[in-house]
């Protein structure tokens, strides 16, 4: 994959620059587009998906939303907004041993989860508030 050395770093370098933002795969090519217009959305899928495979980058699934992805590696929870849907990490503990004490079946083996709760931002909490 030498040849899309170039490509890779814009996709990580943005990746970064929008840490805490929590971008979608279709995000980070809109963002990524100006600075290359040669780019594809496919291109991005590609190297977004090698880079969570090489745990450089957390994907998050988002039920009933585009996936997410995250230059935060540690085990954190986040929040996605009714109101106006961007996603936050929370200040939420994590349990620590959460799969451990799960009851074990012998049908699957959990290897890990994504959690992402639903509410309001504090912005949108804020703005609902006033509106009241």
């Known amino acids: 994959m030498k040849r899309n050395t170039h490509q890779q770093q814009i996709v990580f370098n943005t990746v970064w620059e929008l840490k805490?933002?929590?971008p979608t795969a279709d995000e980070l090519h809109e963002y990524i587009k100006p600075k290359m217009p040669?780019?594809?959305r496919a291109t991005?899928?590609?190297?977004?998906?090698?880079?969570v495979s090489e745990k450089k980058l957390q994907k998050i699934l988002v039920p009933s939303g585009a996936d997410i992805y995250d230059c935060r590696?540690?085990?954190h929870l986040h929040i996605r907004c009714n109101n106006?849907?961007?996603?936050?990490d929370t200040d939420i503990p994590v349990i620590k041993d959460f799969i451990d004490i799960l009851p074990k079946s012998p049908k699957y083996t959990i290897t890990g989860y994504d959690?992402?709760?639903n509410g309001l931002?504090?912005?949108?909490t804020m703005r609902k508030a006033a509106a009241n």
């Open 38 to 40: 040669s780019i594809s």
């Open 44 to 51: 991005v899928y590609r190297i977004l998906n090698q880079f």
């Open 84 to 88: 106006c849907g961007r996603t936050m």
């Open 20 to 22: 805490g933002k929590h």
């Open 115 to 117: 959690i992402v709760f």
């Open 121 to 124: 931002c504090a912005e949108c």
């Open 73 to 75: 590696l540690d085990t």
